[in-house]
């Protein structure tokens, strides 16, 4: 199949498992993708020629960013990185892939005190959970290792994703508060969505046939 630029939809595809469940829905849709098209791959840009997609490898939190700005028409992304970056795009599709949810999370003894302190990677659906339920908290935006926060009394609690629980129990962590469930999520650029709305429409409805259907990735 010979697409031209115009016709060849870019997705941005965060690196890691989301990829792999992704391009396995893809997959499952009916979209020949080749055998390199995999999470193993090392390339940034991984072109699929004959369904007439390029993809663009990226880390989960710029996503919306390469989508918003149009260098991607389309993108897949989780509904965690969706609301704490809060980007101008369109969200199309619920793909139902790699589920998990957002937690508030603490030491088993802990006690409420006043303006407690929240460790998080998200520190916007923190600000926003907490105002919501009419507390006032001091949030301290962390890179990485958030569970380690109240083992050393930086932070009273931690909002981090939550998946098994794992790693939350082998830090002598406990789930708290449940705030939100997280699925993986298909978003748009809004300018594509209009100009290759044909392509964009064949695409989601061929996922949404999938999703539909409940088959496991």
Same mark, same amino acid.
């Given at each position: 199949?010979?697409?031209?630029?115009?016709?060849?939809?870019?997705?941005?595809?965060?690196?890691?498992?989301?990829?792999?469940? $992704?391009?396995?829905?893809?997959?499952?849709?009916? !979209?020949?993708?080749?055998?390199?098209?995999?999470?193993?791959?090392?390339?940034?840009?991984?072109?699929?020629?004959?369904?007439?997609?390029?993809?663009?490898?990226? @880390?989960?939190?710029?996503?919306? =960013?390469?989508?918003?700005?149009?260098?991607?028409?389309?993108?897949? !992304?989780? @509904?965690?990185?969706?609301?704490?970056?809060?980007?101008?795009?369109?969200?199309?599709?619920?793909?139902? &892939?790699?589920?998990?949810?957002?937690?508030?999370?603490?030491?088993?003894?802990?006690?409420?005190?006043?303006?407690?302190?929240?460790?998080?990677?998200?520190?916007? &659906?923190?600000?926003?959970?907490?105002?919501?339920?009419?507390?006032?908290?001091? !949030? &301290?935006?962390? +890179?990485?290792? !958030? /569970?380690? $926060?109240?083992?050393?009394?930086?932070?009273?609690?931690?909002?981090?994703?939550?998946?098994?629980?794992?790693?939350?129990?082998? +830090?002598?962590?406990? /789930?708290? /508060?449940?705030? =939100?469930?997280?699925?993986?999520?298909?978003?748009?650029?809004?300018?594509?969505?209009?100009? @290759?709305?044909?392509?964009?429409?064949?695409?989601?409805?061929?996922?949404?046939?999938?999703?539909?259907?409940? /088959?496991?990735?």
């Amino acid at each position: 199949m010979d697409m031209s630029a115009f016709d060849t939809l870019t997705i941005a595809m965060p690196k890691g498992r989301i990829f792999g469940e $992704a391009t396995e829905l893809l997959r499952q849709a009916g !979209v020949p993708l080749p055998a390199d098209v995999s999470e193993d791959s090392r390339k940034l840009t991984v072109s699929a020629p004959e369904a007439g997609l390029s993809f663009l490898l990226v @880390k989960p939190v710029d996503v919306p =960013t390469y989508v918003e700005h149009g260098v991607a028409d389309l993108g897949v !992304v989780g @509904k965690d990185v969706l609301l704490e970056e809060a980007r101008d795009v369109y969200e199309l599709l619920d793909l139902g &892939i790699s589920p998990c949810h957002m937690a508030v999370a603490g030491l088993p003894d802990w006690s409420p005190v006043l303006h407690p302190k929240v460790a998080t990677k998200y520190p916007r &659906i923190a600000d926003r959970y907490f105002r919501e339920q009419g507390q006032q908290v001091e !949030v &301290i935006k962390l +890179n990485g290792s !958030v /569970e380690l $926060a109240p083992l050393i009394g930086l932070a009273d609690r931690i909002v981090d994703i939550v998946s098994t629980g794992r790693t939350l129990k082998e +830090n002598g962590l406990t /789930e708290l /508060e449940h705030i =939100t469930d997280i699925t993986s999520r298909l978003i748009a650029n809004r300018a594509s969505y209009r100009l @290759k709305s044909g392509r964009i429409q064949d695409l989601y409805e061929k996922l949404a046939s999938v999703v539909e259907k409940g /088959e496991p990735v």
